[in-house]
Nanobody, 115 residues
Framework: QVQLVESGGGLVQPGGSLRLSCAASGSDFGINVMGWYRQAPGKQRELVASCTSRGTTNYADSVEGRFTISRDNAKNTVSLQMNSLKPEDTAVYYC?????????WGQGTQVTVSS
């Protein structure tokens, strides 16, 4: 059973930065994809950014150029550097890992962008 533990959420002013981190454990296989999703109140969960084991990244249009995903395959960690944060980035952010076509989720970490 793969477990994901997130850290780094919090309250930040518009224009500020935060860094989220996620550590995976318990996988007997290589993790194909690691990424971040978010869910705002009343909205569906949406992809923020993902990174394959080969380093291919994918970003939502709304965060392109502001957020950067990075991954350490040896440590099974993934991070999300979020810059120029906007109030509309406020959401619970979830770490996701895909292992042999199965999805695993972290418990979520709150990010609030407000003055």
């Amino acid at each position: 059973q793969v477990q994901l533990v997130e850290s780094g959420g919090g309250l930040v002013q518009p224009g500020g930065s935060l860094r989220l981190s996620c550590a995976a454990s318990g996988s007997d296989f290589g993790i194909n994809v690691m990424g971040w999703y978010r869910q705002a109140p009343g909205k569906q969960r949406e992809l923020v950014a993902s990174c394959t084991s080969r380093g291919t990244t994918n970003y939502a249009d709304s965060v392109e150029g502001r957020f950067t995903i990075s991954r350490d395959n040896a440590k099974n960690t993934v991070s999300l550097q979020m810059n120029s944060l906007k109030p509309e980035d406020t959401a619970v952010y979830y770490c996701q890992a895909i292992v042999v076509l199965r999805q695993y989720w972290g418990q979520g970490t709150q990010v609030t962008v407000s003055s």
